[in-house]
């Protein structure tokens, strides 16, 4: 008599229990694959020291620690007043100005001189690219400074076999003809000329103290927001650079410097001045009307 009377109620009264049920295994689930920290995995140190593990995304495979998740960072983090001084208007006007003209006269450079730079330049470059942004403050981030000839040799070496591969058999017609205009191939003189080489590696995770992983969210966008900033810096610095991304290289040239499997390699640029003879495409930019949509 009763359900007969109130079947509407039991019925909706269910499908609310349902709901919440599923949504929170759900959740649940979720909370697992991302805060998950894999027991399994090998002893950083000990990955550093063999380098034998093959590249795997330990991202796939974590295990979860439900209760008692320790954020990276400390849980009783200060925070402290922002150090803000407002600048006048028009003087940001001008600046911001300067800051275009400078910039618009970078340009991917692929004769270098052989000329010596400060080693005090380049460090305060790559202390700049430190300053990016990180996800979560992950600071994802391997800057390997390269000067020995001997090992721009063999990274020349590394990266001329792949790229002629790279070129005659991987990259297909429509990408070589693209390239064309811009006089590339895989003989690469700038990897010996060139002063320095910066290796801009990516790291995919680290290790806390304890043994357990730390997860760098969106390490690709903040590699790639920090090499922004290395440009920038090397521009600002009087410079030039050539960025490149050495397709195929990259366990061949991780294993020469010595760096463990977690990282990545994801940007080569060599630094240095330009060639006396240097020559560069004569290449249009897009206007701001072409890049900006205002609302
Ligand atoms: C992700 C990325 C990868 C690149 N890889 C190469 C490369 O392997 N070899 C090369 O000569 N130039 C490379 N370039 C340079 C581009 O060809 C260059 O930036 C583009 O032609 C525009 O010229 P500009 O830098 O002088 O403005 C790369 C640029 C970017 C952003």
């Not at 991202?59 to 402290?80: F, N, Q, R």
């Not at 005090?120 to 391997?142: F, L, R, V």
């Not at 390239?179 to 290796?199: F, G, M, Q, S």
């Not at 001045?273 to 240097?278: K, L, N, R, S, T």
Request: proline letters at 6%.
């Amino acid at each position: 008599m009763l359900f007969e009377e109130y079947w509407p109620y039991f019925v909706v009264g269910l499908f609310l229990y349902v709901t919440v049920r599923v949504s929170y295994v759900f959740y649940k689930g979720l909370q697992k694959r991302n805060m998950g920290l894999d027991k399994k995995n090998e002893d950083f140190g000990k990955l550093n020291r063999t380098n034998q593990v093959n590249d795997v995304d330990m991202d796939k495979d974590s295990s979860s620690e439900e209760d008692g998740i320790i954020p990276a960072l400390p849980s009783d983090l200060k925070h402290i007043p922002f150090n803000f001084e407002k600048i006048p208007e028009e003087i940001a006007i001008a600046k911001s100005e300067e800051f275009f003209e400078m910039m618009n006269k970078r340009r991917t450079v692929r004769q270098f001189s052989k000329q010596p730079v400060p080693l005090e330049i380049i460090h305060n470059i790559i202390k700049t690219a430190g300053t990016a942004p990180s996800g979560a403050h992950t600071e994802p981030w391997t800057y390997v400074l390269v000067s020995s000839p001997q090992t721009k040799q063999t990274i020349r070496e590394i990266i001329e076999e792949e790229e002629e591969i790279n070129y005659t058999r991987r990259m297909g017609k429509v990408w070589t003809t693209d390239l064309k205009p811009l006089r590339t191939n895989w003989v690469k003189e700038y990897l010996t000329d060139a002063p320095y080489l910066i290796l801009v590696f990516r790291q995919t995770y680290s290790l806390r103290d304890n043994g357990n992983k730390k997860l760098h969210y969106y390490n690709e966008q903040s590699v790639s927001i920090a090499t922004g900033f290395l440009l920038a810096a090397i521009q600002y610095a009087g410079l030039v650079s050539l960025t490149s991304t050495p397709l195929n290289c990259g366990p061949a040239l991780r294993t020469l410097l010595e760096r463990p499997t977690n990282e990545k390699l994801a940007l080569l640029l060599p630094v240095g001045y330009p060639a006396d003879d240097c020559l560069v495409p004569d290449l249009y930019r897009k206007s701001l009307k072409e890049i900006l949509v205002e609302f």
